[in-house]
């Protein structure tokens, strides 16, 4: 009996062990690649959990052990995999796809997971690589009717859940509330904040410019002056874009009210075929995002993903032209061509109102 208890207390013992391990684990992955200090951590956590940070200072240091509850509200509210943490399959990259968890049902569902992020990585003064071929989600964040527009193709094109007929844009209907244009605001800011390096293509507004003749053609922009409203947006964009380029950071983004505008490398590659893709790299954190069904995204914090997408970037950047850093003649180039491509839209625009006023012309 005595040999018994002996082997029933030598197995609790190494199981406690185990449960300590794993726990150090969770924590030193959180801390490693969301927070620049343990406070930081504690307070974070603390919150999370719903626990005194007196706690979660006892649970780091293994003097108390993490539940399994516990575990999986830090791996949904972290979005890691315990798999991942322990090591249990290292032939596998696991991704974070926020559209399987349920269609996006409020606007908060999109945007609120994209502020967390730019919050806990602003902490890590990281630098944001951004390959794409249409123009960052955040800078549509600057123009009221823009921003409008793009939340209604979508919510309808991507995101609606029932297969009713699709409604004519208003801009009302997705104007929001003062919250929403808040956080849109924060999220701004926050990109503002952190330094980039971005790879674009002079197209980078294309699909924007084809939304816009499509819904016109289709009858849902009811209007020529609405159409031609969110088009003068785009345009304010462009100019925005052309400061950006020139002044080699994000001033021009910030609330100015804010922190100091993070510095801003573009680059253009014409040849680039690719989704988004956004690569974050700091010392204490590295993660991939990749859209899916634009703007929907999957986030993977997998080292193996992380360098060979830190490789990717080097190559794409050693086959592209400098935009920000090269000639005024080649910064203007730049700039011009995506002008052209507006002037463009803004006559397809006319002749398509043109042609339903006057259908006999």
Same mark, same amino acid.
């Given at each position: 009996?005595?040999?018994?208890?002996?082997?029933?207390?030598?197995?609790?013992?190494?199981?406690?062990?185990?449960?300590?391990?794993?726990?150090?684990?969770?924590?030193?992955?959180?801390?490693?690649?969301?927070?620049?200090?343990?406070?930081?951590?504690?307070?974070?956590?603390?919150?999370?959990?719903?626990?005194? %940070?007196?706690?979660?200072?006892k649970k780091i240091k293994g003097e108390s052990s993490i539940s399994l509850e516990e575990a999986e509200i830090l791996a949904k509210h972290f979005r890691i995999s315990l798999d991942e943490i322990l090591g249990l399959s290292e032939d596998?990259?696991?991704?974070?796809? %926020?559209?399987?968890?349920?269609?996006?049902?409020?606007?908060?569902?999109?945007?609120?997971?994209?502020?967390?992020?730019?919050?806990?990585?602003?902490?890590?003064?990281?630098?944001?690589?951004?390959?794409?071929?249409?123009?960052?989600?955040?800078?549509?964040?600057?123009?009221?009717?823009?921003?409008?527009?793009k939340f209604y193709v979508f919510f309808n094109f991507n995101w609606r859940l029932d297969?009713?007929?699709?409604? %004519?844009?208003?801009?009302?209907?997705?104007?929001?509330?003062?919250d929403f244009n808040k956080i849109t605001r924060r999220i701004l800011d926050l990109y503002s904040e952190i330094n980039s390096i971005e790879i674009w293509t002079t197209s980078v507004l294309d699909n924007t410019f084809n939304q816009l003749r499509y819904l016109s053609e289709a009858g849902l922009i009811k209007s020529r002056d609405q159409a031609l409203e969110i088009l003068d947006d785009v345009d304010r964009l462009i100019d925005t874009i052309a400061e950006i380029i020139k002044s080699k950071n994000k001033y021009v983004l910030k609330d100015k009210s804010g922190g100091e505008p993070g510095s801003i490398e573009l680059y253009n590659n014409e040849i680039l075929h690719t989704n988004n893709i956004i690569y974050v790299k700091s010392k204490?954190?590295?993660?991939?995002?990749?859209?899916?069904?634009?703007?929907?995204?999957?986030?993977?914090?997998? %080292?193996?993903?992380?360098?060979?997408?830190?490789?990717?970037?080097?190559?794409?950047?050693?086959?592209?032209?400098?935009?920000?850093?090269g000639t005024i003649k080649d910064q203007n180039a730049f700039i011009s061509r995506t002008k052209e491509k507006s002037i463009r839209c803004r006559s397809n625009l006319n002749n398509i109102f043109d042609h339903r006023e006057n259908p006999d012309l």
């Open positions: 009996m005595q040999n018994y208890l002996l082997l029933i207390n030598l197995h609790d013992n190494e199981f406690n062990m185990q449960i300590e391990t794993v726990t150090r684990k969770i924590f030193d992955m959180i801390e490693s690649k969301f927070f620049t200090n343990k406070k930081q951590l504690v307070d974070t956590v603390s919150e999370v959990l719903h626990l005194q %940070p007196s706690s979660i200072y596998k990259i696991y991704f974070d796809f %926020p559209a399987l968890y349920g269609a996006v049902k409020d606007h908060r569902d999109f945007i609120d997971p994209i502020r967390q992020d730019l919050e806990n990585l602003r902490l890590l003064n990281p630098i944001i690589y951004y390959s794409t071929k249409e123009l960052p989600l955040f800078y549509y964040f600057l123009f009221p009717k823009l921003k409008s527009f297969e009713t007929i699709i409604k %004519p844009y208003e801009e009302n209907d997705y104007s929001f509330d003062e204490a954190h590295e993660a991939v995002y990749n859209t899916y069904d634009n703007p929907n995204f999957m986030r993977s914090i997998s %080292p193996v993903l992380c360098q060979f997408t830190n490789r990717w970037f080097e190559r794409i950047i050693q086959n592209s032209v400098p935009v920000s850093s």
